[in-house]
């Protein structure tokens, strides 16, 4: 074991983590920075080496991911980061638009003044974004504190299963043109109807932003190579 592997496994054990947590939560974390990416492939026999721990955590971490949908075991080929094909991309903005639209409506009807403010000064995040990523990180805050304002956990529980899920899909809709206007213009809408306390409006406005994004995506899948995600 080299020092720095050491450390992060004593790293881990001094935050109270079991070796299987910790190697949970380093890979989860791998895919979501994308330093992990749909296809890379996952031996626990290296992972171990590299985060300086057995291979039982690791074989643990591995059937999490696996129950989690982050990772794929393929015949003849093993485990590795799941890659979503374009039927299941689209399972999962339906998903989205239904869980989106009811975190608008509980958010209308259960937001404090504070968690509003919150929402606006997200808001003016996403309107000073100048380019796709920085759009899509602003967009990403926003809808999680509208989650948060919905006060549901079980709704909080599910948004977070489809937020690991849409990092597998790579390049952002942010990137296709007009996208960061038109969706600076639909948050707009989703923040305004909630501060008015207008849960339908806001259910409407949640699942029209995502109906929207559904398109775009499509468009990145099917559309012309250099569309392509």
């Given at each position: 074991?080299?020092?720095?592997?050491?450390?992060?496994?004593?790293?881990?054990?001094?935050?109270?983590?079991?070796?299987?947590?910790?190697?949970?939560?380093?890979?989860?974390?791998?895919?979501?920075?994308?330093?992990?990416?749909?296809?890379?492939?996952?031996?626990?026999l290296e992972l171990a080496d590299r985060l300086g721990v057995s291979r039982t955590p690791v074989r643990e971490a591995l059937k999490r991911l696996e129950s989690d949908g982050l990772i794929e075991n393929l015949p003849g080929r093993g485990l590795s980061v799941t890659q979503l094909q374009p039927a299941r991309v689209m399972e999962l903005y339906a998903m989205r638009e239904v869980l989106e639209g009811a975190a608008g409506r509980f958010?209308?009807?259960?937001?404090?003044?504070?968690?509003?403010?919150?929402?606006?000064?997200?808001?003016?995040?996403?309107?000073?974004?100048?380019?796709?990523?920085?759009?899509?990180?602003?967009?990403?805050?926003?809808?999680?504190?509208?989650?948060?304002?919905?006060?549901?956990?079980?709704?909080?529980?599910?948004?977070?299963?489809?937020?690991?899920?849409?990092?597998?899909?790579?390049?952002?809709?942010?990137?296709?043109?007009?996208?960061?206007?038109?969706?600076?213009?639909?948050?707009?809408?989703?923040?305004?109807?909630?501060?008015?306390?207008?849960?339908?409006?806001?259910?409407?406005?949640?699942?029209?932003?995502?109906?929207?994004?559904?398109?775009?995506?499509?468009?990145?899948?099917?559309?012309?190579?250099?569309?392509?995600?």
């Amino acid at each position: 074991m080299s020092p720095s592997q050491g450390s992060k496994a004593s790293t881990a054990g001094n935050a109270g983590l079991s070796r299987a947590e910790f190697v949970y939560a380093q890979l989860r974390e791998e895919i979501r920075a994308r330093r992990l990416l749909p296809g890379d492939r996952l031996r626990e026999l290296e992972l171990a080496d590299r985060l300086g721990v057995s291979r039982t955590p690791v074989r643990e971490a591995l059937k999490r991911l696996e129950s989690d949908g982050l990772i794929e075991n393929l015949p003849g080929r093993g485990l590795s980061v799941t890659q979503l094909q374009p039927a299941r991309v689209m399972e999962l903005y339906a998903m989205r638009e239904v869980l989106e639209g009811a975190a608008g409506r509980f958010a209308a009807t259960q937001a404090s003044p504070l968690e509003i403010q919150t929402l606006h000064h997200l808001l003016e995040q996403l309107a000073q974004a100048d380019t796709p990523e920085q759009a899509a990180a602003a967009n990403r805050k926003l809808h999680q504190a509208l989650v948060q304002a919905a006060h549901n956990v079980y709704l909080a529980n599910a948004f977070n299963v489809l937020a690991d899920a849409l990092v597998l899909l790579g390049t952002t809709t942010y990137s296709m043109p007009g996208r960061i206007a038109s969706g600076l213009a639909e948050n707009r809408e989703i923040v305004q109807a909630v501060e008015r306390h207008d849960p339908d409006a806001a259910e409407q406005a949640c699942r029209r932003h995502i109906r929207t994004a559904s398109q775009l995506r499509l468009q990145m899948l099917f559309g012309e190579s250099d569309k392509a995600a």
